[in-house]
């Protein structure tokens, strides 16, 4: 098969102006569509910005208008997109949630953040799930922003064989640090491709940007095996910094399956020794 490609959308989403964020999002879609994307990647709480203090007010049930835009998105440029919105569940709940759109049309699947940081949990309500998509190019795998603070995810998807990780994220700048160091290590844990699609802009309420720094990685041991011109380092094969814009990497993912089978740590993990105070 030839190259798989990966979009990850960089952009800011205006609080209190869902319309034109939807509009923003439909252009860079297109400009993803256009560069021959196979699988565009939208950041969290795309439409509404992280306002979570108004999550009340701003969430979306799912299925709803935004899932039609995006699967009406997915049908018309012949793609899958994955993006992460605020949901109002039918439970009466609160959660931040990544979609996958197919290119049929038809919402796929959602993944409802299992992770939740202290302040956001008095707010939302974390899910208890990894689902996993079968596409026409490979496994795909959802996660959030801070769901990159516990290898426990990534391991997850690298068991359940996940050849795509999409990260929709939304990280305050001052993690941008710690969550650029984390990254690449998720993808060795994950022994796949991560595309993180991290939102910009400034949070006015509660006064902080929002780190951007999208990016596409992948397990540099699968690279230097593949790339003979790869650099330590270089396991991001694209940043976007601080612009909102489009980034495309093509990816040969049957070859990363047949190097994964070759030289896959899973073989010599131990789970009877881990967690154990648990079984105390």
């Known amino acids: 098969m030839a190259a798989t490609k990966i979009a990850v959308v960089q952009m800011e989403s205006k609080l209190g102006k869902p319309a034109q964020n939807l509009r923003r999002a439909e252009r860079y879609i297109q400009q993803a569509a256009e560069q021959g994307a196979h699988l565009i990647c939208l950041p969290e709480a795309f439409s509404t910005s992280g306002n979570i203090l108004e999550v009340a007010e701003v969430s979306v049930p799912i299925p709803g208008t935004e899932t039609e835009f995006l699967c009406e998105q997915a049908k018309r440029t012949g793609t899958h997109i994955a993006a992460g919105l605020l949901e109002r569940g039918d439970d009466g709940k609160y959660y931040s949630t990544s979609v996958l759109c197919g290119p049929e049309g038809t919402l796929l699947g959602r993944y409802r953040r299992v992770h939740l940081h202290e302040l956001e949990a008095r707010y939302l309500t974390g899910g208890t799930e990894y689902p996993v ?10 996660m959030q922003g801070y769901d990159i603070n516990f290898p426990e995810t990534a391991r997850e998807y690298c068991l359940r064989g996940v050849d795509v990780i999409v990260c929709s994220a939304l990280v305050p700048d001052m993690f941008a640090y710690v969550a650029n160091l984390r990254l690449p290590v998720r993808a060795v844990d994950a022994e796949c491709v991560i595309a993180f699609a991290s939102g910009i802009g400034h949070n006015l309420y509660a006064g902080f940007s929002y780190m951007g720094c999208s990016q ?20 991001r094969m694209t940043d976007l910094g601080k612009e909102a814009g ?9 070859r990363m399956r047949r190097y994964r089978a070759k030289a896959t740590l899973t073989g010599d993990l131990r789970p009877a020794t881990y967690w154990q105070f648990e079984r105390e």
Do not use: H, Y
């Open 133 to 142: 998509f079968d596409t026409g190019f490979g496994r795909i795998g959802l």
């Open 216 to 235: 596409i990685l992948a397990d540099p041991l699968f690279l230097e095996a593949e790339r003979f011109d790869f650099v330590d380092g270089d396991e």
């Open 246 to 254: 489009v980034g495309v990497v093509g990816i040969d993912l049957d």
